[in-house]
T-cell receptor
């Protein structure tokens, strides 16, 4: 079945540092890929998505590129802020309407 | 804005009580989901529904039931709450299955503590 593996956290960075959160997936066919973010005390919300190979999703300075050859969708940001502290979930959606989520990666950004 | 509203943000119940968690969405979405979120385990799907009165078990349905009498409302029921059901419960909705890029919209969550 489908699965998503993302790096364990917490990831701890200083403000303005470069961020990478790795995500790899296993799926049949051509899934759509997503990053969701969960700020403290809130539900998840969509951060960005990509629907086909080589697509780049971007939002709020975050980017991720759909790499079919490496089955990856790594999340990057050039300069993180304290307000980016949250839990980040990688997810995919294949032929079913039920998405598959990774376990989440906690990001802590210090001033 | 699409909204998914969970009626209770925080609940404290006693072991053996019947618990109702309510979720309402206002965007005419066909699909609705209930997840629980626990540290280190991520999101685990309890039940989902793809139409009124339709329901399907997710990965961890034991100890839970659901009800979807109207399209906009999806209720999670704990018939007899137990301490191992202490968790954060997240409701989500999405439009129909025709597009693989359909995004889930989540509610703010209901944190349940069972004493």
């Amino acid at each position: 079945g489908d699965s998503v593996t993302q790096m364990e956290g917490p990831v701890t960075l200083s403000e303005e540092a470069f961020l990478t959160i790795n995500c790899t997936y296993t799926a049949t066919g051509y899934p759509s890929l997503f990053w969701y973010v969960q700020y403290p005390g809130e539900g998840l919300q969509l951060l960005l998505k990509a629907t086909k190979a080589d697509d780049k999703g971007s939002n709020k300075g975050f980017e991720a590129t759909y790499r079919k050859e490496t089955t990856s969708f790594h999340l990057e940001k050039g300069s993180v802020q304290v307000s980016d502290s949250a839990v980040y979930f990688c997810a995919l959606r294949g032929g079913s309407y039920i998405p598959t989520f990774g376990r989440g990666t906690s990001l802590i950004v210090h001033p | 804005d699409v909204k998914v509203t969970q009626s209770s943000r925080y609940l404290v119940k006693r072991t053996g009580e019947k618990v109702f968690l309510e979720c309402v969405q206002d965007m005419d979405h066909e699909n609705m989901f209930w997840y629980r979120q626990d540290p280190g385990l991520g999101l685990r799907l309890i039940y989902f529904s793809y139409d009124v009165k339709m329901k399907e078990k997710g990965d961890i349905p034991e100890g839970y039931s659901v009800s979807r009498e109207k399209k906009e409302r999806f209720s999670l029921i704990l018939e007899s709450a137990s301490t191992n059901q202490t968790s954060m419960y997240l409701c989500a909705s999405s439009s129909g299955a025709s597009s693989g890029a359909n995004v889930l919209t989540f509610g703010a969550g209901s944190r349940l503590t069972v004493l």
